[in-house]
């Protein structure tokens, strides 16, 4: 790999460990200010709903220009939204500010690796990306509950003369990753522009945003990598939920250890990511569907169990499952939204998709619980529904000529 690589990967990993402490210390700036308790789900919708919003400009806006300084400026807006709360705007807006600039982030993160490297090297690009990104989110939940910890954050201060709350100390250190990030930024090569948009006007943005969107879809390995990867990412969310119930009422556990469950799954992802960077070429890519049935099937099997030390095992198999076949899928769409549209465009489409997706699985999800189903009953339509929904693709798949 090249040299400007690694700095795309350590600016992304910088950003990743941001947003996951920060959404800890939002949580308990929320609690600081006894908002209701229903402001902490909310807070992820005003993150979600800026990609589903944003979708039809950001792709045009990452496409526009140079991919390093579209990562400078939403990291730039990152850190606008952490200056908010610190300065005693609403945690909510303040947080929503933050998901304006993950938006703006995410086509030129994704996108730079199909401009900057050869289409060999996407699937193990992808793998060395996602596992950097899974080990900001562990790490992200360790940081952040560290920096909320009143003794840590006391101890730390108190040297400086300075009284602060834990809360508003964690995002200050949370301000100061989106420096860094910002920083190796700076240094990303720049790249050709291949597919800038050659109207600025918001309803042609939209009209084209829609003509990209029909264009992935119709296309055949285009829409196998999008309806699997709006599958894993809506599954994904949703199954961090089921976890953290099941193992509350089943293994008997805090919301502290349960949250170190979803951790397991996370690190499982991370393995399976490097084990497909490592086998799975892009051409071959489409191959892994079948991993991603027996994935819906191990889920089912968490009703078995009861024992804490065999659950670990078993959501770890389930997160590696889910690497290997995301990855894989990620890079053919990656390389297909190259061909097709431009990188910022169609990742903005994949984002558009999976966002919605993670806000109706989360709301089936939520029905269920309100109607009051039992957690069991729960894990079996989800995991069914995972392995029937990529049966039903790999048909497809099968009936479908490859382009």
Known sequence: MKL???????AQFLSALADNALLFAAIALLKELSAPDWHTP?????????????????????????????????N??????????????????????????????SPAKYGILTEYLPPEKLVIANSWMEGATVAAIVLGAIIGGILLSPAFAAATLGSLNIEISAPRFAIIVTTGLYIGAAVFNLFIPRVAIDHKPPKKNPFYLLHDFWHAFLLLWRDPQGQISLAVTTLFWGAGATLRLVVLTWAGLVLKFDLERATQLTAVVAMGIAVGAVIAGRFVTLEKAVKVLPTGIVMGFTVMSMIFVSDWRIAIGLLFVIGALGGFFVVPMNALLQHRGHLLMGAGHSIAVQNFNENISILLLLGGYALMVKADISIDTIIIAFGAFVSLSMWLIHYRYQHVAPS
């Open 76 to 105: 730039s807006i990152k850190f606008i939204g952490c200056l908010g709360m610190l300065f005693g705007m609403p945690p909510l807006y303040a947080y929503g500010i933050v998901g304006l600039g993950a938006a703006a982030y």
């Open 42 to 74: 909310v807070l992820h919708q005003f993150f979600v709903v800026s990609y589903i919003l944003l979708a039809p400009f950001v792709g045009a806006f990452a496409d526009a220009i140079p991919k390093g300084r579209v990562m400078f400026i939403s």
């Open 4 to 10: 400007g690589f690694y700095i795309i990967l350590a």
